[in-house]
């Protein structure tokens, strides 16, 4: 992401989450296409479009549901604006369920933006939103917040 930033001609926010590292590429660092998800697992049950770290999570889940009989295509929006219209299409036709999951509040944010997608475009699959609700939330460890705001791997 800071490669990308570092090449763009307009402004670019990246948003650090609290707490360490995970998932850092080595080697050569490559241009990622603005606005473009990445799949992470194919799958044929229900999306997981996760932003962020909340990848991490994601995958874990997954893989958990693969372990009780449910396929799930997990996919790293990488994004929150612009999203992937091309991906959210491919989505939409193909899930009847899908589940978003981002590090930040609720309304307004990512999922909240693929629900708006959805209904623009004549899709009406169902979409399970997690992240943090409208809502005072006290200290603690990620794992903790995550647990408590119910969007950790479980």
Known sequence: MMF???????????RYP?????????????ELAVGKAEVLREGEDVALLTLGHTA?????????AAEQGVSVCHIDLRWAKPLDSQMLRSVAEKFERI???????????????????????????????LGIDDEFVSHGTVGQLKHHCGYDAN
């Open 99 to 129: 589940v978003t999951v981002e590090d930040g509040v609720l309304g307004g944010g990512v999922g909240s933006a693929v629900v708006e997608w959805m209904s623009d475009n004549g899709f009406a699959p169902r979409i399970v939103r």
């Open 18 to 30: 609290r707490g360490g590292a995970a998932g850092v590429a080595e080697g050569p660092m490559t």
């Open 56 to 64: 991490l999570d994601g995958a874990t889940a997954a893989e958990r």
């Open 4 to 14: 990308t930033a570092s090449r763009g001609t307009g402004p670019f926010v990246i």
